[in-house]
């Protein structure tokens, strides 16, 4: 077990008869003492809604709140506050920027671009953007490993390109996206960039003002925090434009009989009680972080991927997906042979916890020409050994399968 693995209580555990090897810190990580103290601590101590009340609960509650807003925004370098709306998760971010801002702006002729190697949830709202407003919804060109090259994505936006939509790193395959030099394409021909950021600002240092994105979603639960909590950045200015896509209670400024009148930024897009646990827990989750160094979560994480590609590749049999450099997090893969529920099936039986399927990437999944895959992916408690019992865990699947089939 490596130096970070015990602030896990959860790995200390058998499944299976088996010491547990968690591999799927992609679909969520698992929670620090620290971050599960913290959210444990308001419940015991300060339990109550924030905002509202003078009373002493109210104003611990508010101060916990608004101080996970400011390590969010130091954490991924925002100029303001007033940038860092609270959401449920990179999902419901992405669905606000489609519905509040692109709905608003696009209209018949204008063009959205993707990549197909996008999460569901990165590519259904443009498709529904595009289908509202008559855009037209374009995609990038995938070289063979799965990477971007940056002279074919120049020459798929044009002047008509409004908005584009990608990931900084792809939860499927790892790969590391050049968002920033894609962000000044797109600034030279007037469009604005969305970056989901929920693979990425888990494992390494992400700046919004370097990136000069214009929107940036991400989730709590990728990096160590509660379920439910979420991020979205935008500029300040983008944001000023767009209308709250929820009304009710706390959003407001004034409320007459007809018409009504939002709070400032953020707060007019936190409408009703908002996850005041899972805010505090994000920023537990971020002084986690901080106390170990991106630059060093960063380098353990590619290290261990590269780590996890070069004993895969020595499996007779299995063929690994994705670029063999600048990916981080997650290594996807199949058996020849052996449907990847089947693969999952048997390592759980020796405790080894992976994902199988198309992984909310289906247009991957038919890029790739397959049905679906597995994946192991990594977080800062895995070591070494846990890719070793993840080989062993593979040749038994062969070994089991090859006598079955064989």
């Not at 899972?278 to 994480?301: F, H, K, N, S, T």
Request: charged residues 25%.
């Amino acid at each position: 077990m490596n130096r970070y693995a015990k602030d896990f209580p959860i790995l200390d555990q058998n499944v299976n008869g088996h010491p547990l090897v968690y591999l799927d810190s992609a679909a969520t990580s698992q929670k620090p003492f620290a971050v599960i103290d913290a959210v444990e601590r308001y419940y015991k101590e300060n339990n109550s809604n924030v905002h509202r009340g003078v009373h002493t609960l109210g104003s611990r509650a508010t101060d916990q709140y608004e101080g996970a807003r400011e390590k969010v925004r130091r954490f991924i370098g925002a100029s303001s506050t007033k940038e860092i709306v609270y959401t449920r998760g990179t999902t419901t971010s992405l669905n606000l920027v489609a519905s509040s801002y692109a709905r608003s702006r696009l209209q018949a002729g204008d063009e959205i671009v993707i990549s197909p190697s996008e999460h569901h949830s990165n590519l259904i709202p443009w498709q529904q953007a595009a289908k509202a407003t008559g855009a037209t919804l374009k995609y990038f060109e995938l070289e063979p490993d799965g990477t971007l090259d940056l002279k074919k994505a120049e020459a798929v936006i044009t002047d008509r390109t409004k908005l584009v939509a990608i990931a900084y790193v792809s939860n499927s395959l790892g790969t590391i996206f050049p968002v920033k030099e894609l962000a000044a394409i797109v600034h030279r021909h007037g469009g604005v960039l969305v970056v989901d950021g929920a693979q990425a600002v888990p494992h390494f240092k992400v700046d919004v003002q370097d990136l000069d994105c214009d929107f940036l979603a991400f989730s709590g639960h990728k990096m160590m925090a509660p379920t439910g909590i979420g991020v979205l950045y935008g500029k300040e200015s983008l944001l000023e434009q767009m209308e709250p896509m929820e009304f009710g209670g706390e959003m407001i400024d004034h409320v007459d009989l007809y018409e009504s009148t939002w709070k400032e930024l953020p707060w007019k897009f936190e409408g009703g009680t908002p996850i005041i646990a899972g805010a505090i827990g994000l920023g537990a989750a971020i002084d986690y972080l901080e106390q170990v160094g991106m630059d060093v979560v960063e380098a353990y994480d590619r290290d261990l991927t590269r780590y996890a590609l070069e004993r895969l590749s020595t499996l007779e049999g299995v063929e690994i997906y994705g670029p063999r450099e600048n990916r981080v997090g997650s290594v996807l893969f199949n058996v020849d042979g052996v449907h990847p529920h089947d693969v999952a099936t048997v390592l759980d039986a020796e405790g080894i916890a992976v994902r199988a399927g198309h992984h909310c990437c289906q247009p991957l999944m038919r890029w790739l020409e397959v049905s679906a895959t597995a994946r192991a992916s990594f977080y800062l408690y895995n070591d070494e050994a846990d890719v070793d019992r993840l080989v062993a865990g593979l040749q038994k699947t062969k070994e089991y399968f090859g006598n079955v089939l064989g």
